[in-house]
């Protein structure tokens, strides 16, 4: 692979530039603020366990130290949004403010928020009611709303929700330390600008993990493909890549911290692309694969989303040609029928769609596929549902993301379609889907059983401490007893011997 050959190095110290080395190293915690409703294993209508997880890392937290300002920070919405709020702690960190997880010591309380569906803007609202009486026994105490929600209810929020001082999209972060320095002189302030050139390159995030051995970084931003149905459009703004080597560079730093694992983020990995503007050579997503894969052997690659209309063989021989590319990918169908993809402005019908996926078996055989599906989407049939149903058996999904449609207020679908499938049709929709996907999911699994899988230790397992969690290539979920020597962030063989449809059980066999 040739792209920007003999120039990484020179790009390696763009990880630098606005650290703050105290916030960087060392375990950091997250923790759940309420009983978010989780869905057991794998079958998942969106990461609930997720949802409202309180950055925070256990270096900086030396009790209350006078004159010390904290921020505290809740995230919802998808992967995106969390790695924005370690870009957002990392600018934090710049000014000062050191993260704590708990609200009560605050000085700055932020809401990363997300727009995806109706259900994720009512939890965010019912949070700010509450950190509207934390305001309210603290004058001084200052809350901002970031994100999609931010973005699209933009000046709303000062004027209606009086208890937000700050409201900051998702491509303004940079101007926090003046938006907030104006807040704490009594300002109320906003900047909801998007960008067309935006990345956060030259920033490096402060990890908001657990593990300290799998981390994301984000490639791209925004989106250009409006979906029917998606907000992400609006909310986030145009599709830009970051330059490659900054994301090479920061594969880099986290394999040389401890990092065996790094997922490459973005809406539509496979419309990756970036022109280097002096010699203008170009790199596309399976070269930027390519490059990241080489940082080491030892460093697992992942990426996330892949679109079925731009997902090249070019990078499924990319996949098959490095071991240390995961054989996994989420490839989401939304629905199973060619009408409802036409009115969802997919760009591919169901022939396609199944076409992609063989593909993906005859270059990777051994490669997992998993999914996004909406269920009820409008004027969506019984028959066209079972369409869907059909998809999720015919590609054999190890898992799948399951929603039903939620009407967002000035997407192409609000405008142009009703939204005339009843509600208790929708859920109904959902749960068939859920059934048959749970299904899918256990013979996958259990026809795992008797492999041999090459697995990077996590953690503890959360049911036992004699128990470590980790996955496999494909993804999977694997629980094995623990061994004397082998820690997290070492690779394991892994015997196989029981499953259901969440996770596979084995044991480390003797290397
Ligand atoms: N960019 C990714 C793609 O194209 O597959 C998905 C991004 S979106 C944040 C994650 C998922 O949310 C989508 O794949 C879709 O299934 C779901 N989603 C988006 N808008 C929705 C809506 N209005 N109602 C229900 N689910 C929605
Ligand atoms: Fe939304 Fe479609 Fe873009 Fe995904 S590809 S973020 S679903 S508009």
């Known amino acids: 692979m040739a792209y920007f050959c003999g120039r990484k190095s020179n790009l390696l110290s763009l990880l630098g530039f606005g650290l703050s080395p105290h916030l960087l190293n060392g375990p950091i915690l997250t923790m759940l603020y309420d009983s978010n409703p ?27 130290t006078p004159g010390v300002k904290r921020f505290y920070i809740e995230s919802y919405g998808c992967q995106m949004n969390f790695s924005d709020s370690e870009i957002v702690a990392s600018i934090l960190g710049d000014i000062g403010y050191a993260p704590t997880r708990n609200m009560e010591e605050s000085d700055l309380i932020l809401v990363n928020t997300c727009s995806i569906r109706e259900k994720a803007e009512e939890t965010v609202r019912k949070r700010l009611k509450i950190f509207a009486k934390a305001k309210k026994n603290r004058p001084g105490l200052k809350v901002g709303v970031l994100g999609c929600m931010a973005e699209r209810l933009k000046k709303q929020w000062l004027e209606e929700e009086k208890l937000v001082d700050l409201v900051v999209g998702p491509d303004a972060y940079r101007d926090l330390p003046n938006l907030i320095g104006a807040a704490e002189e009594g300002g109320r ?22 593990n300290g051995v799998t981390a994301f970084i ?45 997922t490459l983020l973005g809406q539509n990995v496979d419309s990756y692309k970036w022109e280097n ?36 063989d070019k990078v499924l021989h990319v996949m098959a040609a490095h071991e240390n590319i995961c054989k996994y990918i989420h ?44 269920t009820g989407f409008c004027s969506e049939t019984e028959e066209e549902h079972q369409e869907t149903i059909s998809m999720v058996s015919w590609a054999k999904y190890c898992m799948s993301y399951m929603f039903s449609y939620s009407e967002r207020p000035g997407t192409l679908a609000a405008r142009k379609y009703a939204d005339d499938v009843p509600e208790e049709v929708k859920k109904r929709r959902l749960s068939e889907i859920i059934v048959v996907q749970r299904a899918v999911s256990q013979t996958y699994n259990e026809g795992e059983i008797g492999k041999t899988f090459r697995v990077l230790v996590e953690r503890d397992s959360s049911k036992s401490d004699q128990e470590f969690c980790g996955r496999n290539s494909q993804n999977s979920m694997c629980v094995f007893p623990k061994k004397e020597g082998i820690k997290p962030g070492d690779y394991v063989q892994v015997k196989i011997r029981a499953a259901n449809s969440a996770t596979l059980m084995g044991d480390i066999l003797d290397c």
């Open 38 to 64: 989780t869905l057991e294993g794998v079958i998942k209508t969106i990461d609930e366990a997720k949802q409202g997880s309180v950055f925070f890392n256990e270096q900086t937290d030396h009790g209350h």
């Open 189 to 210: 302030m906003v900047n909801v600008l998007l960008s067309r050139e935006e990345t956060y390159a030259d920033i490096s995030p402060v990890r908001l993990d657990t």
């Open 218 to 262: 984000s490639i791209m931003r925004g989106c250009d493909n409006m979906c029917s149905f998606c907000v992400v459009p609006f909310t986030r703004g145009r599709e830009r890549s970051r330059e490659p080597f900054s994301i090479v560079a920061e594969a880099r730093d986290l394999f040389e911290k401890g990092y065996r694992e790094v």
């Open 277 to 312: 503007p002096e010699t203008k050579e170009r790199a596309d997503f399976a070269g930027l694969l390519e490059m990241t894969a080489a940082v080491h052997p030892d460093l697992r690659v992942r990426f996330s989303t892949s679109h079925p209309k731009d997902m090249t």
């Open 331 to 374: 490839l989401p169908v939304q629905s199973g029928n060619s009408r409802i993809l036409e009115m969802m402005n997919r760009t591919y019908d169901r022939a396609w769609y199944m076409g992609r996926i063989e593909s993906i078996w005859r270059i990777l055989p051994d490669a997992a596929v998993s999914s996004d599906i909406i």
